[in-house]
């Protein structure tokens, strides 16, 4: 199983139902958003609480001199609670996200693939201090400023997840937990083909022309990437496909292997197999086989859009994408 | 297969799962989707949908599905199975259970927390000796905490105790953050070991200088620092010790795996911290209560004195007779209690194995 993984930062999950699906994990530059969020979102917490604490019991004070020390214990113990559980309690209460993690698409998951269980949240987000180590002291450069502020690093962290398999910082690797990406919005790609040549050239692929499911696989990975390559590079790449192809087909060798590649793609994925003929239109009795070499063609160049008049008789000539 | 046409017939499902996905993840419920989606009605399309689309995963590749709408799948297949299996909120029995039965039979049985306890309390002694013995080490007290700082010590102790009781909640809440800081600090350190041990170290030395110092003969305020830190001193002090015994436990894990793979080991070793780390948290705050509202109060020295007996007894309970080694009660044992049906029926002949078991 391990040997035919591929190298990437997928990470498989067997669910209950016996079905195997993927994860992406997140690495540091998803991550580091995600805790700036929620640094920001932590002391916004601590001043709404300091805030309310103290109108509240600035009003309360009018009654007795009781409640101002009483607000300041407020503030301090929300201090204290905000800035050491703010990500257990969030995490555990909603599923493995905190404020950020939502906003930047990512949770937290157990390495096996279940929700992440409160006991293994609370011990990765106390051991985030030790991650954030070593800490860089303001006043190493500024000898006036207090030994108080500290900037984290994060250096640790940062190593121990180059480090691991899974992407975890030390409280990942201690509570057992991993991070994934978790989008909201997924769009669901189909390709269109808008080339009329396409469906002229698929109908004449024999249809005793079996298609792999590796091939099948390769095909649609050619169509959905070949939009971010120039013509040249197209042919380039799928003349390594298309040449055998033509032979088995018995096809004319000037033929566009980018038009073949994607009029198989056609006939695999999108075309009814026993559906009448495409209506072909100024294609009707274009053939592409080798032995019509020869005949006359019904094909106007003219009618196909974009493509540069040429006086030799290709009836597809190869440097041409309408789409 | 025309996979163009099956994709737009499962387009549909996949769709209302991504809607009520939406709506799990926003409500935790399915209700806002639309009537039909109401109640367990709801629930039970979610799941079916949910299936539906792991079928789909599974006979993606028998499909020849598109590999970027395999991709999709296995995003949907994920956000689903996040909502169908989501995070079980704690419940407070399990917080009382993690407490009163798995922390101290961990901390009973601990090397990690002996060792820790050694280091505090033994370096937290000799620092005191040292401190106080005003003709050999005289000037132990003032190298290791400063001759500012003690001054300063001593002179905040020079009148007797009496904060205005309004005063205590502020005071109590600044313990909680500082300490239960700090110890929560010492703890994730931990997994760095040196950190772990220098705070750990730090800490006991300072303290037992100042503790050393303050019992000097001639330094002004002695009575009131002693009669200050009599009440919490015992759960302080314990708490500190067990903090970085969680601490060390965890980084210990890191470098003596005992056969374990690595991350297996540090995995094992947080399961066994985390019980520690809450009882040495729940110490702190308590430490912290009692630093806040009995320790500067004006109540009797007795009151003090008798509250820490109490609360070093507690410790003691706690750690020894709910932390003494149980037996878990198994098979092995031999006394064991038998319905008299069980008996009965275990002396059919079918059922031979269970008589010799018995």
């Known amino acids: ?323 | 297969m025309n996979v163009a046409k099956l994709l737009d017939k499962r387009r549909v499902d996949w769709t209302e799962l991504e809607k009520l996905c939406e709506a799990m993840e926003l409500r935790g419920r399915t209700e806002s989707v639309s009537a039909k989606h109401r109640g367990a009605a709801g629930v039970a399309r979610f799941s079916s949908l949910y299936r539906a689309a792991c079928a789909d995963l599974a006979l993606a590749d028998a499909y020849q599905l598109p590999p970027n709408t395999v991709t999709y799948l296995h995003r949907l297949v994920a956000r689903a199975h996040n909502q169908l299996y989501r995070t079980q909120p704690a419940s407070p029995g399990g917080w009382v259970r993690l407490l009163l039965e798995e922390a101290p039979q961990r901390i009973f049985n601990d090397g990690c927390v002996r060792v820790a306890t050694l280091v505090f309390f033994g370096l937290f002694a000799l620092a005191m000796v040292l401190g106080a013995s005003e003709e050999r080490f005289p000037s132990f007290a003032e190298n290791i905490c400063g001759t500012k700082m003690l001054e300063a010590t001593s002179a905040s102790f020079e009148k007797p105790l009496s904060v205005s009781p309004d005063q205590y909640s502020a005071r109590a809440a600044f313990y909680i953050r500082h300490n239960t800081g700090i110890g929560l600090q010492c703890f994730a350190y931990g997994i760095l070991l040196i950190p772990c041990l220098f705070t750990l170290g730090y800490n006991a030395t300072v303290l037992g200088a100042t503790f050393g110092y303050m019992s000097r003969s001639g330094v002004e305020g002695g009575d009131h620092f002693f009669e200050f830190v009599t009440a919490h001193g015992p759960f302080e002090l314990t708490a500190i010790a067990l903090s970085a015994g969680a601490g060390l436990r965890l980084g210990v894990g890191l470098f003596h795996t005992r056969g374990l793979s690595r991350v297996e080991s540090v995995r094992e070793a947080g399961r066994q911290a985390v019980p520690i780390m809450a009882a040495s948290a729940v110490m702190f705050i308590l430490a912290a209560l009692t630093e806040g509202f009995l320790s500067p109060s004006g109540a009797p020295y007795l009151v003090k004195v008798v509250w820490s007996i109490v609360s070093s007894g507690l410790i003691t309970m706690y750690f020894v007779i709910l932390g003494f080694p149980r037996r878990e009660s198994t098979d092995t044992s031999l006394v064991r209690t038998a319905r008299y049906a069980d008996l009965v029926d275990s002396r059919d002949p079918h059922a031979g194995g269970r008589v010799d078991a018995t």
Request: hydrophobic share 45%.
């Open chain 1, 1 to 323: 199983m391990a040997a035919v993984q591929p190298l990437d930062t997928t990470i498989g999950v067997v669910t209950p139902e016996n079905i195997a699906f993927e994860y992406q994990l997140a690495g540091p530059f998803r991550r580091l958003p995600a805790y700036l969020v929620d640094l920001a979102v932590r002391w916004g917490a601590i001043l709404l609480v300091g805030g309310v604490a103290v109108m509240f019991f600035g009003l309360m004070n009018l009654l007795s001199s009781f409640y101002g020390p009483l607000a300041q214990a407020v503030i301090l113990i929300a201090i204290f609670l905000v800035n050491w559980f703010y990500g257990t309690i969030l995490e555990a209460y909603f599923n493995g996200r905190t404020v950020g993690k939502w906003l930047c698409g990512i949770r937290v998951i157990e390495v096996d693939g279940r929700p992440v269980s409160p006991r293994s949240a609370l011990l990765r987000n106390l051991l985030r201090v030790a991650d954030m180590a070593p800490v860089a002291a303001i006043h190493t450069w500024n000898p006036d400023i207090p030994p108080l502020y500290v900037i984290p690093t994060g250096i640790i962290g940062l190593v121990s997840m180059t480090m691991t398999q899974r992407m975890q910082r030390l409280g990942d690797l201690a509570a057992g937990t991993m991070v994934v990406v978790d989008e909201r919005k997924w769009q669901l790609p189909i390709a269109k083909v808008d080339d009329a040549r396409v469906p002229a050239l698929a109908s004449y692929i024999p249809g005793d022309y079996l298609i792999t499911r590796k091939m099948a696989r390769t095909l649609a990975t050619y169509v959905e990437r070949r939009h971010f390559l120039t013509p040249q590079r197209r042919r380039e790449v799928a003349r390594n496909l298309s040449d055998p192809l033509i032979q088995r087909f018995d096809f004319r060798k000037d033929i566009d292997p980018d038009l073949l590649l994607y009029a198989l793609y056609y006939k695999t994925f999108l075309s009814e197999s026993h559906r009448e003929p495409a209506d072909l239109g100024p294609l009707a009795g274009y053939s592409p086989l080798a032995k019509d070499a020869g005949k006359p063609t019904g094909i106007d160049q003219s009618m196909i859009p974009g493509q540069p008049s040429s006086p030799a008789p290709l009836p597809l000539p190869t440097a041409s994408d309408p789409g």
